[in-house]
């Protein structure tokens, strides 16, 4: 009698894992970003939510590798902003995990989209994709506010993804606010572009559970 497989947590379409790990960046971050080798934690926690989104959208072996160099280099990077907490170090280390998190929602948005159905992997998947552009902005945010000291009336550091995430569900707190230019216009877009993805995306997903997305898979 042939044993049926178990189907494997890391794999193609497998979006669970990726929204536990970003969820629990949330919870771990607080505690660990002001100690010792905080910006080693959290370049390596950075690395497996992106190692996490490549596998759960089906990029290929190769690319998954080469994502993998690329999120291992910023780590290292991190690591030496634990030493290093000012200066070009810690705006290098901003801009590279800007750029890590900015490719993953787009990636498993892709993925979810294309699949022929709306199941409880996609709706983890599309939950995963907001929470990530929350991310990308906070990174964002915060390089900018190592670049540019006085963008926000008050320099950032561990509070970019409270900043941020305030700004995507447009509660506007007020306890931080954007001064330059550049930071005001990207406040705006994140506002805007987070009421239009919880909107068409996220409560999409969820009152559809169970339906057809209406395409073909990829």
């Keep these: 009698m042939k044993i049926p497989r178990r189907p494997h947590v890391i794999g193609p379409d497998r979006f669970g894992l990726l929204l536990a790990a970003v969820l629990a960046s949330f919870v771990i971050t607080p505690f660990i970003q ?96 907001y929470l990530l552009v929350g991310m990308t902005f906070g990174s964002l945010y915060r390089t900018i506010s190592v670049m540019d000291t006085e963008a926000f009336n008050q320099e950032l550091g561990a509070a970019s993804n409270y900043f941020s995430f305030v700004t995507l569900t447009t509660l506007g707190f007020g306890a931080i606010l954007a001064v330059s230019d550049m930071a005001r216009s990207l406040v705006t877009l994140e506002a805007v572009l987070g009421q239009v993805l919880l909107v068409t995306l996220v409560a999409r997903s969820v009152s559809t559970l169970g339906q057809q997305w209406g395409r073909e898979h990829r």
Excluded: C, H, N
Excluded at 49 to 55: C, H, N, Q, S
Excluded at 99 to 106: C, D, I
């Design 34 to 129: 002001e100690r010792e080798f905080g910006g080693l934690v959290l370049g390596l926690q950075a690395a497996l939510i992106m190692v996490l989104a490549l596998t759960s959208s089906g990029v290929p072996s190769r690319r998954v590798v080469a994502g993998t160099v690329i999120v291992t280099a910023a780590a290292l990077v991190l690591a030496s902003e634990a030493v290093i907490s000012d200066g070009p170090a810690a705006a290098w280390a901003g801009a590279i995990v800007t750029v890590m998190l900015a490719l993953t929602p787009y990636l498993v948005l892709r993925r979810v989209l294309a699949a022929p159905k709306v199941t409880l992997s996609s709706v983890a998947g599309t939950l995963s994709a």
